[in-house]
Each structure stands twice: as C-alpha cells, then as structure tokens.
C-alpha cells in the first residue's frame, strides 16, 4: 500500500494493530537490534584505540584529522567484518 506521508503511514500501523497492540508493534524489532549494536560497539572501540595507539607516534608528521581518519575506517571495518552475517 502507497501513503501519502508518513503520518498516513504511522496512523495506519497503529490502527490495524489496535491501540495498544498497534503502538508496541513499532517497537517490535528494537530490542534485537540493540543487542547487535553492543558487540559491534565493543569491537569498533577496541579496534580504534589499538590503532590509534601505535599510529599516535606520528603525531607532527602527518595531520592528526587523517591519522583518526584511517583509523575510525579501519575500526568500523573490522567491527562489520568480524560481526557480519552470510548473505545466503
């Protein structure tokens, strides 16, 4: 079904679930997602402080915005490589 805006669309759900029920639908799939984001979190945090820490001993030599750069990347790749699922 299209909705005009996203009201339509809110009113809609909370409608066909019938008050109550309709309102803790919208909220069904966050505590799952939740629980994904802490190890992520947790692996992304761990990954950049140990970069970081070896890469700080360029400071002077190269810009401290690319060495934070280089690093948050190279966290956030590892925290989805080592957390992400098979696609099959």
């Known amino acids: ?8 669309a809110l009113k809609s759900s909370i ?7 309709g309102v803790s639908r919208l ?20 990954a950049y402080e140990a970069l970081h820490i070896p890469l700080d001993r360029f400071n002077g030599q190269v810009r401290p915005e690319l060495v934070n750069l280089v690093c948050g990347a190279c966290a956030g790749a590892t ?10």
């Open 27 to 46: 909220y069904q799939g966050l505590f799952p997602a939740m629980l994904a984001v802490g190890p992520y979190a947790a692996i992304q945090f761990g």
């Open 79 to 88: 925290g989805k490589v080592c957390l992400c699922r098979r696609l099959t």
């Open 15 to 21: 409608r066909s679930g019938g008050g109550a029920q």
């Open 1 to 8: 079904r299209n909705f005009r805006t996203i009201g339509d």
